[in-house]
């Protein structure tokens, strides 16, 4: 798989994601809808239980984070107030030659990530070059790194100057300077750059009028702020307390690509930290630690995460960052860090008109709290977990096979049961197994195609181990049970095989980690 280029192996990956039931296309047999995706039988099982880790790291294993399930339609004035109505764009521009349409920020962002990209083939060539290669010395000497490096760091302060004034003038002029051309018609015939609203819109009730409209939320977030007072006093939570919550959200993307990791409709799962303002820096640098932590837990090399701060801040943020993964088509943003100050909080005390204040009864003060949000895509995480497992291999025997080395706790099937041969006995001694495992696991039981095929479709969808009952079994009551990854066999005794599966796909290894 090594020699294969990057947009080979992604294209594998969502051929692989479909044929094994993990990621379809909505609609399909009407043609599909862009950016818009179903999760099949395995997909929707790993989206689960990625889900199940992120909660439980939050909501279990702090005593003081608990989680909530807002609605997705929420009162307009809430977008009023979070200044979605107002300022959620997205600044695009079209190309007149293949009418496909762009985010400009994005289009100079792909070209800073190509004169990175040079910089970074640049250190590879001389760190094979180079015995006792001393990278940061290289990085800050060498004329060309230094050239490069220039050339982004002019780039930045320029775009974020523009970002800053709004000036969407510049923003197109930055574009024609860089002569970025469209990957479609490889002109440089641009549009100029306007801002779009990326809030999808909807009437409630029976009459159609203006005052009638809502959204559909953009972000799980606010659902987390509004609540903040309820959950307070009802859970009697002490600052400082995080309230965390998983659910749908809905963008109209402007440009709708790379398969899940840009969706229409996506789901969130954030936290949001309250704390007394003042003490915000200190809880948003042990978030960025915390949450690359739990990334890390994962067991993936460490070098496919990096932190990417932002360099034009939100008008609500003090400090924001970015997570990114190293996905098949580069460095990209997976979740986001931000200090959110008491910027939410005070908004909705203004356009509701209703207190949301902490007493704070060891100062004897009312405050309103700042927050310090985590903030990542369930999609994006499975694109992530996905993308990282999955493996090409060309085994001893000459054969190839494709297995996903996925966490085993997030595996969709914990354990296949296969009977070696349809008769004799064998089918009804795995169903019995079967029928013992599957109170604790997801388990499949399968019969059809020989022993090596039906080990192949495991492996491809991640099943950690597969129990095989032969006619041995029947004898002596053992059987055989192979790893995924190591595909070695061992023969045991029927009645360890449901504490050998479960203390393999125990989360707590990972959880004690964080
Ligand atoms: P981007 O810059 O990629 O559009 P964003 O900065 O707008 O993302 P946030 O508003 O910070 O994203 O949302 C938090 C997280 O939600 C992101 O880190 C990402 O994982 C996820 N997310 C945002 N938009 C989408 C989308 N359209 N499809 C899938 N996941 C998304």
């Not at 594998?12 to 099949?40: C, L, N, P, R, T």
Request: hydrophobic content about 35%; proline content about 3%; aromatic content about 10%.
């Amino acid at each position: 798989m090594s020699n294969q280029a990057p947009e080979e192996v992604f294209k594998s990956i969502i051929s692989h994601a479909k044929e094994y039931g993990f990621v379809f296309q909505s609609s399909e047999i009407y043609d599909g809808m862009s950016a818009v995706y179903d999760y099949g039988q395995n997909g929707a099982e790993l989206k689960k239980n990625i889900r199940d880790y992120w909660w439980r790291s939050m909501v279990q294993m702090n005593e003081n984070i608990v989680g909530i399930d807002s609605a997705i339609f929420m009162h307009p004035t809430i977008w009023k107030a979070s200044g979605h109505v107002d300022a959620f764009n997205d600044p695009l521009i079209d190309n007149k030659d293949s009418k496909k349409r762009y985010r400009a920020d994005v289009l100079i962002e792909d070209h800073i990530a190509k004169i990175e990209g040079k910089i970074e083939k640049e250190v590879e060539k001389a760190a094979k070059r180079f015995e006792n290669f001393d990278e940061k010395m290289f990085r800050s000497t060498n004329p060309r790194v230094q050239e490069n490096q220039k050339k982004i760091d002019d780039i930045n302060a320029r775009f974020k100057d523009a970002l800053e004034k709004n000036d969407l003038a510049e923003v197109k002029q930055i574009i024609v300077d860089l002569e970025i051309v469209c990957p479609i018609s490889g002109s440089r015939n641009w549009t100029d750059v306007r801002q779009f609203n990326l809030m999808f819109s909807t009437q409630i009730g029976s009459v159609t009028d203006e005052s009638n409209t809502i959204y559909l939320r953009p972000e799980t977030a606010q659902g987390i702020f509004v609540n903040f007072l309820n959950v307070q006093k009802t859970g009697r939570m002490k600052i400082p307390f995080g309230i965390a919550q998983t659910g749908k959200a809905f963008r109209n993307e402007i440009v709708a690509r790379q398969f899940i990791f840009r969706m229409r409709e996506f789901e969130q799962m954030e936290m949001q930290f309250f704390v007394k303002p003042g003490t915000e820096m200190d809880w948003y640098n042990k978030w960025k630690e915390t949450r690359m932590n739990w990334h890390h837990s994962l067991g993936f090399p460490q070098n496919m995460h990096r932190f990417h701060d932002h360099i034009k801040l939100a008008h609500y943020a003090n400090a924001a960052c970015d997570i990114e993964f190293n996905f098949p088509f580069g460095f990209k943003e997976l979740e986001g860090i931000h200090s959110r100050t008491d910027f939410d909080l005070s908004q909705h005390e203004k356009f509701s008109g209703k207190k949301l204040q902490y007493f704070d009864p060891e100062d004897n003060e009312s405050f309103v709290p700042y927050v310090v949000e985590t903030s990542i895509g369930l999609d994006r995480m499975f694109l992530a977990i996905l993308s990282q497992s999955y493996k090409e291999e060309k085994l001893e025997d000459g054969s190839d096979r494709v297995v996903l080395n996925l966490p085993a706790f997030l595996a969709p099937i914990k354990c296949a049961i296969l009977p070696l041969v349809k008769k004799d006995g064998l089918p009804e001694k795995a169903r019995e197994i079967m029928d013992v495992l599957k109170y604790d696991h997801l388990c499949v039981y399968e019969e059809k195609d020989s022993i090596g095929k039906r080990y192949r479709r495991q492996d491809a969808i991640g099943t950690p181990y597969c129990i095989t009952v032969d006619h041995q079994t029947l004898e002596d009551n053992t059987v055989t049970i192979r790893e995924r990854d190591s595909m070695k066999q061992e023969r045991i005794a029927v009645d360890k095989a449901a504490s050998i599966v479960s203390e393999k796909v125990d989360m707590r290894a990972a959880l004690k980690k964080l």
